[in-house]
């Protein structure tokens, strides 16, 4: 016998259900909505009524299919329930974290030796003020770390909801040791994966890391590269130290570093241009000559050429493979942005693309082949004015997220530009972010679709972790 739903009846030779006509006897109408409260209390209540709102599309499906009606549009019901979705995160705060992660942060997946012998472990990689470098192991639960320092954790969004299972499945806990920390000489500028784009012998993605540092009046500006490859000890006192090493150091000031796809060679942005390094052997040959600080870059997937974001605000194509020479202003391969370029991100899975952002809030999405057109996309609301702010995005290559000097945390759509999320939920810049990813197979996934796809992201403030139910 069907079951008997209100305001709606059984047709049993259409096997499905229909709305009566006109509004249902006794029925009350409906309230006039509430205006939104300016009260951190009523916002989080608010803010949990919203994971009720669910159960209305799962009906609008049943009843309409995969397109639904809303104020006399058609809508996707996957694309409405993935905004509603990313609009709803769970965030966790770790203490003792300050400073630790403001500049930079990255994930990957390493050989840990523990009492019962070795065992692949997620890794959290960050650098913070003053030349810190930190190793991390995070894990669902604190059984699994075999560190002796754990960092306290306290849940920032949602602020009322019950702990329940499977919030609990998506928590991260951190762990490091003495030895799992390092200062450098001078103030870190980039931290950045080698050969980030393929993967190693093994099917696995690159362990090994380059580290830049900015210089000072008592060092110059340095090149590091840190190795993961061999298995790690977290009961070592030198575990970052043994995995550091020096390779290079230049007068100017360091401010962004990227890799070919072999992991062999870097491309270094300094304040005069581009230098090419050969990894192994430490040599450099000058491949871009300007007067303007190179602060972003990014070296395309066969690594014969690069983008150049520039302090003036210009994004200049250059081929590794010419002589070094000084472009022309007027050359065709030149992107004008309306400030300084502080971060390209160029997307895997559609190499001919990449995003830009700049000093002034601009971020855009442009196609290499179309660059006399203009973007291809934007993605309006951040706010930015000064600060070098990396953008994240997720493996699956359909979100992009950026933080904001006003403290906000926003998520676009790639494709379509528009704001998924916009929230603040800390009283710092959240200047870096990345994607944990634990498997190759995951960057084919949708964040969406299943847990431990999160989010980390670092300000002066500490590390926080994003992830979705």
């Excluded at 499905?16 to 006039?32: A, E, L, N």
């Excluded at 159960?55 to 006399?72: D, M, Q, T």
């Excluded at 190793?135 to 075999?146: D, G, K, P, S």
């Excluded at 960057?443 to 139910?469: C, N, P, Q, T």
Aim: with cysteine; glycine share 8%.
């Amino acid at each position: 016998m069907p079951k008997e739903l209100p305001g709606f009846y059984y047709d049993e030779e259409k096997n499905r259900y229909f709305p009566y006509k006109g509004p249902i006897p006794g029925s009350s109408r409906k309230p006039p909505p509430k205006r939104p409260s300016s009260d951190p209390k009523q916002q989080a209540d608010d803010l949990l009524q919203s994971f009720k709102i669910r159960p209305g599309l799962l009906h609008a499906r049943e009843f309409c299919g995969n397109v639904i009606y809303s104020f006399k549009k058609k809508l996707s019901f996957q694309a409405e329930y993935q905004k509603r979705h990313a609009s709803q995160p769970m965030i966790w705060k770790y203490k003792r974290t300050k400073k630790m992660a403001n500049i930079s942060l990255e994930h990957v997946v390493a050989d840990v030796i523990l009492p019962h012998g070795l065992e692949e472990r997620d890794i959290l990689l960050s650098c913070g003020a003053h030349g810190l470098v930190c190793v991390f192991q995070a894990a669902n639960f604190r059984q699994e770390i075999n560190s002796a320092d754990m960092y306290e954790v306290d849940r920032v969004r949602p602020l009322n909801l019950d702990q329940t299972p499977r919030q609990t499945e998506l928590l991260r806990e951190l762990g490091s040791s003495f030895g799992s920390t390092s200062y450098l000489t001078s103030d870190i500028s980039c931290l950045a994966m080698l050969g980030k784009s393929s993967l190693t012998t093994d099917g696995t993605t690159s362990k090994r890391f380059l580290i830049t540092t900015l210089g000072s009046d008592i060092a110059t500006g340095s090149v590091y590269l840190l190795d993961l490859s061999e298995p790690l000890d977290f009961s070592s006192p030198i575990l970052v130290g043994s995995a550091l090493h020096g390779i290079a150091g230049f007068k100017q000031t360091l401010w962004i570093a990227d890799s070919d796809p072999r992991g062999t060679h870097a491309a270094i942005g300094t304040s005069r241009g581009v230098v090419l390094l050969n990894i192994e052997t430490g040599a450099s040959t000058w491949a871009f000559d300007c007067k303007s600080d190179v602060f972003s870059l990014q070296l395309n997937q066969s690594g014969n050429s690069m983008l150049c974001g520039l302090r003036n605000g210009k994004i200049v194509t250059v081929d590794t493979r010419q002589r070094q020479m000084k472009k022309s202003a007027r050359s065709s391969s030149i992107i004008s942005m309306p400030s300084s370029v502080c971060c390209l991100t160029s997307l895997e899975h559609w190499d001919q693309y990449f995003l830009a952002s700049s000093m002034d809030g601009s971020m855009k999405l442009y196609d290499r082949r179309l660059t006399h057109r203009g973007a291809v996309q934007s993605y309006e609301g951040n706010v930015n004015s000064h600060t070098r702010i990396q953008l994240g995005v997720d493996p699956a290559e359909k979100v992009v997220m950026s933080g904001g000097e006003d403290c906000n945390m926003r998520m676009w759509n790639i494709k379509s530009g528009e704001l998924l999320m916009r929230d603040r939920f800390m009283d710092s810049i959240p200047s870096a972010v990345c994607w944990s990813t634990s498997r190759e197979k995951e960057k084919r996934r949708s964040y969406w679709e299943e847990h431990g796809m999160g989010a980390w992201v670092g300000s002066y403030e500490g590390i926080f972790y994003m992830d979705w139910l």
